[in-house]
């Protein structure tokens, strides 16, 4: 996989996991929430040491 493949996988995983997070939140479930924090957070991480820039992308990569 190569660079530009890994960045935009993991801006769909991010984007995958922000909507995981917000049906979470909105079933009330604590614990399905705390873990997909987990995952976004993990996410997010991995892509400011790659130096990937999520911003408005991650929300848009499954419209290419």
Do not use: N, P, W
Request: hydrophobic share 45%; no cysteine.
């Amino acid at each position: 996989m190569d660079s530009g493949e890994f960045a935009t996988d993991l801006r769909r995983r991010v984007f995958e996991a922000r909507q995981a997070l917000a049906e979470a939140k909105a079933d009330d479930d604590l614990y399905a929430a705390d873990v997909r924090l987990g995952e976004l957070d993990s996410m997010l991480r991995l892509a400011m040491e790659h130096g990937i820039e999520l911003g408005d992308d991650a929300d848009r990569v499954l419209e290419r």
